[in-house]
């Protein structure tokens, strides 16, 4: 199974394509400029011209290669929030539904209908011998996730995953690396924005968006020195953040030392060669940067600390674009404590081509997003819980397609079996055929072969049984069609636990044990059906009603049986008796059961 990952960014896309081959394999890994209209006053999802966006896109990636692999797509940490809440332990269905009202009723701003939700299971908590979860919620609204699903259009695609970025990060890190007690940090300093995240066992615990980024940083830089943006970042990316022995407190001996060292001699006889930059003036500016850097994230592990319970961050990564500015790790693991590390690009991952470090030489760091999304489309797969914005009717379309896929893999087997049990069949009594007339021939002038001829009319006898056989089998039914139209006529709504079909009566193994006296050949074709649906009593018979119609409806399927579900007790409660329109029975997974004659091919008709 290959996978795309896709993880747009304000300037930058970036993309990921692996593929399960031996292991997963990098195939290829590249980023290009995001694609504006040329008319957007401002850069967003819904400014992105598709067409043109494609096209690179396929430019490395053939389009039929595209269609047939799996997509996931980051959704940028700014188009999200996040809070916490701790609730008792209960089932999962109950659990979502708490967990989405009590953020609802905590987040701020305060949540409308245009708002999405999705959850993940944090850890557990004891409070006052309660056993408890601690749920992270993550909201975003509905306009975001339809930007993404209008971007893909074009292509007639649907993305398999839509993922915060933040919450894909964590797949970069081996299992092992996660430790019971440990909570670990990534710090992305971005084009666009300064995100902070935090994770607990592998999931997102918080994070936090700030509209401050490097393009920030080159242009109150430029603007300093009095330079455009453009080689501002130019000196970023070579300079990077200066380390110097001076004070940095002493603000009057820093000012008398740039003074000194602008009109130095040497400085002069270099001014020809460029804008010299100097290096103690340099880290100056940056220096400004740099405390706001460090205010935030302490900011943001105290506010962690407190949501907790007293847990502290055990680890730092550093990710995206500011990992590449020099220096800009060891000085903010000076001012913050511990020591900030740098996430190898492509960590653990076989290549496809040996030259794919050097292709994607000075942007690797930035493509680790892109990765950590392919390897939670391959988590989701796998049937490991993964946050996904994908809408729940464009989930339920491709677990349908999947479903369908299977059913029809199973006929075309069923079909080829039957074919190659024919062909052999014809090709033994070709053989047989054979044989007999040249023993035939032979009797004619040698009298003392009789035994032989018998044993060849055995033979042929028992040829003939096969081929008898083989007419009751070509009488079959269409075994493709049926599945298929029984598949069709199935609900979504229903879950099918096992299918039986036979001639004849079908008993279980208790009741054919039981049975004293074996009752006359049937030669009836019967299917039973065992299933679950995960509904009220009301709307269960509602939709087993319409899986009978429609099994009727078929033309495959007469004389219906469905015995009636079983009806729990209903309980009044002392708020007295339940609204006119209300179910009086609550939602429970429910089993039942269906038996039908099966119509053979020449009754149908």
Known sequence: MAVVAIDIGIE?????????????????????????????????????????????????????RLKRSQIGIGLSSDLISTILV?????????????????????????????????????????????????????RTEKGFIQNILDIFKPIDVIPSLII????????????????????????????GNLNIS?????????????????????????????????????????????????????????????????????????????????PLELRMFWQTHIDRMVQELRRSFIFYKEQSEGRRIERIYCLGGGSLVKNLSPVLSGLIGGQLQLIPPFNGLKTAKDNIYTEASGSAAFLNSAVSIALSVYAKSNKVPVVNFL?????????ASKRNLVLFAAGVGLVFMFTLAGANVLMRRGFLQSS?????????????????LDELSRKKDNLNRQLAKFAEIKQNLDWNSLLKKLSLSVPQDIVLTQIVIAKGEILSEAARESRLEPKAEDKTLRIRIN?????????????IENLKAAMEKTGYFTKIN???????????SEAGMPAENSALTRPQMREFSLDAEVVLTDEKK
Request: aromatic letters at 6%; glycine letters at 6%.
């Open 562 to 572: 469905i015995p009636p579900l079983g009806l729990e007790e209903i309980v009044v």
């Open 436 to 452: 007999i007339s040249a023993v035939e021939a032979q009797l004619n002038s040698f009298k003392n072969v009789k035994d032989h």
């Open 391 to 399: 809408p729940v009717e464009l989930r339920r379309k491709e677990a």
């Open 86 to 138: 701790s609730l008792p332990k209960m089932g999962i269905l109950e659990l979502s539904n708490a967990a989405i009202i009590e953020a609802k009723r905590k987040m701020i701003p305060a949540s409308t209908p245009e708002h999405l939700f999705e959850w993940s299971i944090a850890g557990e908590s004891v409070s006052a011998n309660v056993n408890k979860y601690v749920v992270v919620v993550i």
């Open 12 to 64: 930058n896309t970036k993309i990921a394509w692996l593929e399960q081959k031996n292991g997963l394999q990098l195939l290829d890994a590249f980023l290009f400029k995001t694609p504006y209209i040329s008319a957007a006053q401002h850069k967003d999802l819904s400014q992105i011209e598709p067409d043109i966006f494609w096209k690179e896109i396929t430019s490395r990636i053939p389009l039929s």
């Open 164 to 191: 915060p970025s933040c919450c894909a990060i964590p797949a970069l890190m081996p299992k092992d690396a996660w430790g019971k007690d440990e909570d670990t940090a990534f710090i992305d300093l971005g084009a």
């Open 531 to 543: 299933a679950r649906i995960l509904a009220d009593y009301e709307q269960a018979q509602e939709i």
């Open 198 to 278: 935090i994770c607990r066992s592998g999931r997102l615990v918080l994070t936090r968006s700030l509209g401050y980024s490097l393009k920030d940083i080159a242009t109150d830089i430029g603007g300093q020195l009095g330079i455009t943006k453009d080689e501002a970042e130019s000196i970023i990316i070579e300079e990077g953040i200066p380390l110097v022995d001076f004070d940095l407190k002493n603000k009057a001996a820093i000012a008398d030392e740039i003074m000194r060292q602008k009109y130095d001699t040497n400085r002069d006889l270099s001014a020809g060669k460029g804008h010299a930059v100097n």
